[in-house]
């Protein structure tokens, strides 16, 4: 349902000014021939005494009509609207409230009809008293702005409804989005825990003490990395590149020559961002589902191109490799859900590519 811009920011006091607008508009529209009428005969040159008498007679009468208009608008509307909430508890059913509303609405609509009319013969001299059928015809008189002092302020309840519940909505989907995205999280660190511990047990038998050194060093750059963003939605894409960097020098530190890393990365670039882990996620799926042999070693090229982070590794796919896993499936939810967008992906018979849309 399209709703005006106007109610989305609407406090209570913004829709009594609307309604005391709408009051005088109404009002003013209703009385336009009137109002154009009294103008004409303001002109009271080589008129007799009592033609003028009767003209500023009748001008008292439309006045007194207008103001008693305006004030049954704004009585009417004003209970709807905000009063009526007031009166009637939250506790009370819904059935029993549209009762005490309309109730309500007729008492009011008797004690100001009852008002106008003691005022309206203090003005005739000629109303000696009150009838109900005068009530009766006085009604049928002003129903159009009884009609519409009721509808407006409906209206406008019914606009706040419908803010309040897409402002819960919002709300309501913002949180479920906020666990998808704690949930997908939660899936990258164990999956990646496994495989760093993994590298390091080999290194630490197979390297000497400095090398070892060094990649615990990595290692613990790596793992300050996801400490510091595993709450963050989106990184820079500098930093992300930085970690996928060290995860890239743990990766060769344990397959040595058997994956190579080419990169091709301007000096600059716009403050891009992307989900953070994706570059690695990346690296990872490739050095999972590819067989590495020094017959087949793994080369992976990382370049920016037309607003994407591509990730390409060459492709030599293990026999009991399943669909494309569950890091890329993960990753593309995460696309999906920040930004709407999806990750492009491309095979041929030698390569597999990835493309990140950089936010």
């Known amino acids: 349902m399209d709703v005006p811009f106007f109610v989305f920011t ?13 009051a005088v508009l109404t009002v003013l529209l ?3 021939r009137t109002i154009i009428g009294m103008i004409e005969a303001m002109n009271l040159t080589d008129l007799s005494d009592r033609e003028i008498e009767r003209r500023l007679y009748r001008s ?70 009150v009838s109900l059928s005068d009530a009766f015809l006085y009604t049928l008189k002003h129903i159009a ?30 949180e479920k ?36 050194l060094d990649f615990i060093q990595e290692l613990s750059n790596t793992y300050r990395y996801t400490l510091t963003s595993r709450k963050a939605d ?34 600059k670039y716009p403050d891009w961002k992307t989900p953070p882990m994706a570059i690695q996620t990346l690296i990872e799926n490739g050095v999972q589902h590819n067989v590495v042999t020094s017959d087949h070693p793994l080369f992976f090229t990382l370049k920016i191109e037309n607003n994407f982070f591509c ?11 399943e669909g494309l896993g569950s890091g890329l499936s993960n990753l593309n939810n995460r696309f999906e859900i920040i930004a709407g967008k999806q990750i492009v992906i491309q095979q041929t018979e030698t390569h597999f590519i990835v493309k990140l849309p950089l936010i």
Do not use: C
């Open 30 to 32: 209703f009385n336009m």
């Open 145 to 174: 702005f009884i009609v519409i002092a009721i509808l407006v302020p409906y209206f406008l309840l019914q606009l706040q409804r419908v803010k309040n519940t897409e402002a819960r909505l919002a709300h309501s989907n913002e």
């Open 234 to 267: 989106l990184v820079v894409l500098s930093e992300e590149l930085a970690f996928a960097k060290s995860y890239a020098f743990l990766i060769k530190k344990r397959l040595e020559d058997l994956v190579l890393f080419e990169y091709d990365i301007p000096d």
């Open 60 to 129: 008292r009468i439309a006045s007194k009509d207008a103001i008693f208009q305006l004030v049954l608008f704004l009585v009417l509307s004003f209970f709807n609207f905000w009063l009526k909430d007031l009166i009637i508890p939250k506790s009370v059913k819904q059935q029993y409230r549209t009762l005490i509303g309309v109730l309500g609405n007729v008492l009011l609509l008797v004690i100001m009809i009852r008002i106008d009319l003691i005022f309206e013969a203090k003005v005739d001299p000629r109303m000696t008293y």
């Open 10 to 22: 609407m406090s209570r006091k913004q829709g009594l000014f609307i309604l005391i607008v709408v």
């Open 311 to 321: 990730v390409i590794n060459s492709l030599n796919k293990k026999e009991d490799s």
């Open 177 to 212: 989005t906020k666990a998808e995205l704690a949930t997908l999280r939660s899936q990258i660190n164990p999956h990646f825990f496994f495989n760093t511990l993994s590298s390091l047990s080999s290194v630490v038998r197979n390297a000497s003490r400095n090398e070892s």
